[in-house]
């Protein structure tokens, strides 16, 4: 369980993220997939209330998420993880990844074209 805050999204698509160490929603994580009995990549994302700091569950996506790559730079081997459960192997459990932030920068090419 790779816990990250989405901080900025465009197009639906998480552009700047951070992984987060939060025991919180790593606990209520484990909750939903222990209860849902969900197997393989899974996106659950919460929202976190500010006037009292209470976590909701708002989805659960059984793919891999689009900030994914924030959470293999911070030591999630997520490839190894999937490989070793389409062969049966028992997947090691990471307690503990480097907090990084990622940020997604887009650029336009332009061509000229002829008609």
């Keep these: 369980i790779s816990p990250r805050k989405g901080i900025k999204t465009a197009g639906g698509e998480v552009v700047v993220t951070t992984t987060t160490q939060d025991e919180e929603i790593k606990s209520f994580s484990k909750n939903v997939i222990e209860a849902l009995r969900l197997k393989g990549p899974v996106s659950i994302q919460f929202i976190r209330e500010e006037k009292d700091n209470s976590l909701w569950l708002m989805e ?24 070793q459960d389409t062969l049966g192997y028992d997947i090691k459990p990471i307690e503990k990844g480097s907090i990084i932030t990622m940020r997604r920068y887009f650029s336009e090419v332009f061509s000229e074209d002829s008609y």
């Design 60 to 83: 659960v996506n059984p793919r891999l998420a689009g900030g994914v790559l924030a959470s293999i730079k911070a030591g999630f081997n997520i490839c190894e993880m999937l490989i």
